[in-house]
């Protein structure tokens, strides 16, 4: 039976962490949301129509069978035992899921240099202080995030992770390199130089058949400016 | 043997979502750095010595024997499979940890009412700034949330979030009723009455005699202006 995923259908966001791990496992699924022009409200109905005996907070979501496992790290925490996409002694497997709910932390620091004063407010009305977190997020946190996963690919030797076997981990420090490429294209340019072993992980992610093929297909979504990756001139220098 | 926790000494800060599910679990543990003056060189030196082969990026985390588990979602999940505070069937499980993941956003969200530019600003330095986003926090984001748990009780029938037994993630709600009353005394006084369930769960979770020892002992810090919940007057109206 294929997976279900529920998330929003015109961003990348939090679920692209959820889909690039579908796409590296060949996992049949169905991006419910995408699917048609009903495909939000049928998402809505399912989290609020009191449906679901275990109904999620949020999308993103996954549905397998009667399962609904929600949160990113959650969802691939799940996966990652399915699909062979993380290890299986129990040490490494809660190392990863801390692995991963470090990315969490980061991705919404990220979401944070736009929103600064929260989800409820536009960029537009946040600007100054956008700017100044921002000016500290390149100063002190990318370096502080970025640095701790490239001491972990020196340490295992790379080029993922946990050594030569990919795991779910590996594709989601991908996706922050590529947002923050796109995101901030100067400051990351200054920066890269710092974490060699991390462009030689989003290197090998790229060049992995299943994931070449979804970055080239209308799955994978363009960045935009209502993810958690955006480009803002003001916030680039 | 006894579990070793790592977290600094003088904040209930995330560390206390773990501290109350060990006081609740009845476990033997050592909480490493308020053990002697020099518990918490002695965490740091742990955390970057390079002893450990699967380093955390920050406390807190749980050592038990040669396992190391960080991130209080992550350490909640390991302990509530071996101390009875969690269902053992796999749908419940992975729902009880998208719930504590989605405790772990609204603290995030607490914190940033009094640091919205980010950890590395002092709250003096950005005082405007929280004000505002305190007001959005109260208007929007609290009401989302713990309207959410409030539904989650109402489904269950309560007192707990899975029924009649409690489980971790009751634990941490009950958590964050105290954290609010004590940071927002006026506005948690207006906003209770729309929370009924949740502050039936709080006052029997504080009737729990594990819990209640705990309370009273010099084990419970006491809330400070240098945790995540911090009463300051001007956020409070």
Redesign the interface.
């Known amino acids: 039976m294929a997976y279900e995923l529920y998330y929003w259908p015109t961003i990348q966001g939090r679920g692209e962490f959820v889909r690039l791990a579908l796409a590296e496992a060949g996992a049949n699924y169905v991006d419910v949301a995408r699917r048609g022009a009903n495909g939000v409200p049928k998402m809505r109905k399912l989290m609020t129509s009191?449906r679901l005996?275990?109904?999620?907070?949020?999308p993103p979501?996954l549905k397998s069978g009667?399962?609904?496992?929600?949160?990113v790290?959650?969802i691939l925490?799940?996966l990652g035992g399915r699909h062979g996409l993380a290890p299986k002694a129990?040490?490494?497997k809660?190392?990863l899921?801390?692995?991963q709910?470090?990315v969490t932390?980061f991705v919404?620091?990220v979401h944070?240099t736009h929103h600064?004063?929260?989800p409820?407010?536009y960029y537009e009305q946040q600007r100054a202080?956008a700017k100044?977190?921002t000016d500290?997020?390149w100063?002190?946190?990318v370096p502080k995030?970025l640095g701790?996963f490239e001491?972990?690919l020196k340490?295992s030797g790379g080029p993922f992770v946990t050594g030569r076997k990919l795991t779910y981990v590996d594709l989601s420090l991908f996706q922050l390199i590529e947002g923050l490429r796109y995101a901030f294209p100067k400051r990351m340019r200054r920066f890269e130089k710092n974490v060699p072993r991390l462009l030689v992980l989003r290197d090998r992610v790229t060049a992995r058949p299943r994931i070449k093929a979804y970055l080239a297909s209308d799955k994978r979504i363009a960045f935009n400016e209502h993810g958690i990756f955006r480009r803002y001139k003001a916030l680039d220098r």
Chains 1, 2 share one sequence.
């Open positions: 009191g005996s275990m109904p999620p907070y949020a979501f009667d399962l609904v496992v929600s949160h790290a959650n925490l799940y129990e040490a490494a809660h190392w899921h801390g692995l709910l470090t932390d919404s620091e944070d600064p004063l929260g409820t407010f202080a100044r977190r500290e997020f100063k002190l946190r995030y701790y001491g972990i340490r």
